[in-house]
């Protein structure tokens, strides 16, 4: 069974980029047909998809944080990073890597890790 465990600084500075890695075990990040995405939820609201580093390799991100995001992997060591720039204090939400699969045009999410507190502060 796969498990997805995220890691990170806790603590990003404003204006600075976060940084947040996802180590898969269980499966391999490359294994068809899989999105490996990046979600985050702020305190009291929902869920909101950031983008996804597909199994080839390509990434598709939210039209919304598409010129803040970028997402990378290292197949060597089964990792995928989210790295968000511009952070402000606003964006102190839970960090969540998933894996997720196209089903009836949507992107569902079987599997996801346990989830990373980021806080913005200075």
């Known amino acids: 069974q796969v498990q997805l465990q995220e890691s990170g600084p806790g603590l990003v500075k404003p204006s600075q980029t976060l940084s947040l890695t996802c180590t898969v075990s269980g499966g391999s990040i490359t294994t068809n047909y899989y999105y490996w995405s990046w979600i985050r939820q702020p305190p009291g609201k929902g869920l909101e998809w950031i983008g996804y580093?597909?199994?080839?390799?390509?990434?598709y991100y939210s039209p919304s944080l598409k010129s803040r995001t970028s997402i990378s992997r290292d197949t060597s060591k089964n990792q995928f990073t989210l790295q968000l720039s511009s952070v402000t204090p606003e964006n102190t939400p839970m960090y969540y890597c998933?894996?997720?699969?196209?089903?009836?045009?949507?992107?569902?999410?079987?599997?996801w890790g346990r989830g990373t507190q980021v806080t913005v502060a200075s």
């Open positions: 998933a894996r997720g699969e196209y089903s009836g045009g949507y992107l569902c999410f079987s599997s």
């Open positions: 580093i597909a199994y080839v390799g390509s990434t």
